[in-house]
């Protein structure tokens, strides 16, 4: 289960890296692969931990599990709903 879940992980890291390489080549910057893996990092640890904080305290306060989730987020999206479950 967990080499399972690891793989999962590389994946979204190694997607994030290749992009944020790509959006630095785009403007002309050059960018570290070392650093664009760090940066994959704490984006996946941000999204992952926003995610358990909303969960955690959705159904006691709803509206801070939405400001959780909609912070740091461009276009703010329509308040979430708890979910129970997602499995």
Do not use: N, W
């Not at 999204?47 to 276009?75: F, K, N, W, Y």
């Amino acid at each position: 289960m967990q080499s399972a879940y690891a793989e999962g992980v590389e994946g979204y890291l190694t997607g994030f890296a290749a992009e944020f390489l790509r959006e630095a080549e785009e403007k002309g910057h050059e960018f570290d692969p070392a650093e664009a893996r760090h940066k994959a990092i704490r984006l996946l640890s941000e999204m992952v931990g926003a995610l358990m904080l909303a969960r955690a305290v959705c159904h006691v306060q709803p509206e801070l599990s939405d400001e959780i989730l909609h912070t740091g987020h461009p276009i703010p999206p329509a308040p979430m709903a708890c979910i129970e479950s997602i499995f």
